[in-house]
């Protein structure tokens, strides 16, 4: 398996950083026991227009939880890869970014579960748009931001949504507030050797 040749994933956010990847995970329940099952990134450059994504289903080698929340099948993650599978590709999707997310603690920390397991650098610190938007849940800040949301508990949909709330926050947001926030984030700061993807989205799920 491919692995970081770098142990750590801090650099200053201004320093090397060329843009934002906003990320998006669905899990097998809440508890730090749980695992990732889902993975949504919308990259955007530094000007906030969009850069990419990249998005896989991840194979939790258990029961992928509350089918009610996130409408995924056990079935649905039978032929994923598993996350030591796509952590290295993971991870050189969003190198020399500062990461983003709606909640990004839990993203966080069920992502640095993972990225732990499987013997990999975890996440440094970075951007809450729940947290910028005043503690309001993606639906409600997409409510207020006039965003329309498709497809909610869709990792790649749901980073979609939080990549326009994150878009309408820091355009509006003042330079030196802006590059004082930045100064307390830092970049994804590692090298990978990536095997060929292995990404398996849900449409891919489908098709069996």
Request: proline share 5%; with cysteine; hydrophobic share 40%.
């Amino acid at each position: 398996m491919a692995r970081s040749t770098h142990n750590s994933t801090t650099q200053p956010g201004a320093a090397r950083c060329t843009g934002f990847a906003v990320i998006d995970t669905e899990t097998t329940g809440l508890g730090h026991d749980d695992r990732v099952i889902e993975i949504g990134i919308v990259l955007l450059d530094p000007d906030l227009a969009l850069d990419g994504e990249w998005a896989t289903l991840v194979n939790p080698e258990r029961s992928v939880g509350p089918v009610w929340v996130h409408h995924i099948h056990d079935s649905h993650v039978q032929h994923a890869p598993t996350f030591d599978e796509i952590a290295p590709e993971f991870l050189a999707q969003i190198r020399g970014r500062v990461v983003v997310a709606h909640n990004y603690a839990f993203d966080r920390r069920m992502l640095d579960g993972d990225l732990l397991r499987a013997e990999q650098p975890t996440l440094p610190d970075g951007l809450c748009t729940m947290r910028m938007s005043g503690n309001r849940s993606l639906a409600n800040a997409c409510i207020e931001y006039g965003i329309t949301q498709h497809d909610h508990h869709h990792a790649l949909a749901d980073a979609h949504a939080a990549a326009a709330v994150f878009r309408h926050l820091w355009s509006s947001a003042e330079p030196e507030h802006r590059a004082d926030t930045l100064a307390q984030c830092s970049v994804v700061d590692v090298e990978v050797i990536t095997a060929p993807s292995r990404v398996h989205t849900r449409a891919d799920a489908a098709a069996f």
